[in-house]
């Protein structure tokens, strides 16, 4: 983080190198202005005939930045087996977040998707969550809670086990026959 704004005068302008290969790239080293994660140590930066821009660069602080006007790309992979792993993002003591800012969605396209975290896994809609399968939704939990209701996921939408094994009997069609006893010995 920077740690005050230096004057023009504190400002060590002698190091700063910028090469210039043409009016559209630059290489600019040691720039002494702070911005927000200290000097620059380096900045990459190239600008289209439309004045799309980009910069790729690395400031004091180690914070590491690529910005882009369009959209950006990453392939790899082309010549490696069909197990390996081409693409690897990891972060070694912090959190990933991906975000999709305005109308924008994420999407995940694959033969198969694995999430697998060593506690939780938290799915938050402002509206909706559809599960959809071509053949099986799977359910495997010691319990399992549904709209506040607590238990076991079969008789929360089945019934105890001793509706299923009278269901369509005298016994649970008339009320005055040990309905109650019934139900609590299950």
Known sequence: MAERLKTNSEQNWENR???????????DTNNPQIGVDGEN????????????QCTLGLTEGGHFRILND????????????EEEVDIALNALKGNITITALGNGSVQIKARNIVLDA???????????ITLTAGQVI????????????LGNLVDSV????????FSGT?????????????????
Not at 17 to 27: A, C, E, F, V, Y
Not at 170 to 186: A, H
């Open 158 to 165: 089945l019934g105890s086990f001793g509706n299923q094994v």
């Open 118 to 128: 060593a506690e939780d896994i938290d799915l938050k809609a402002g509206r909706n």
């Open 41 to 52: 140590v380096y900045n990459l930066y190239g600008v289209t005939k439309n004045d799309d």
């Open 138 to 149: 799977r359910l495997d939990a010691m319990k399992i809670e549904i709209a506040g209701v």
């Open 70 to 81: 369009r959209d950006v790309e990453i392939t790899a992979g082309n010549k490696s087996e």
């Open 17 to 27: 190198d910028i090469m210039s290969l043409g009016p559209q790239w630059r290489l």
């Open 170 to 186: 005298p016994v649970l069609e008339s009320v005055n026959i040990g309905t109650d006893i019934i139900e609590d010995l299950f």
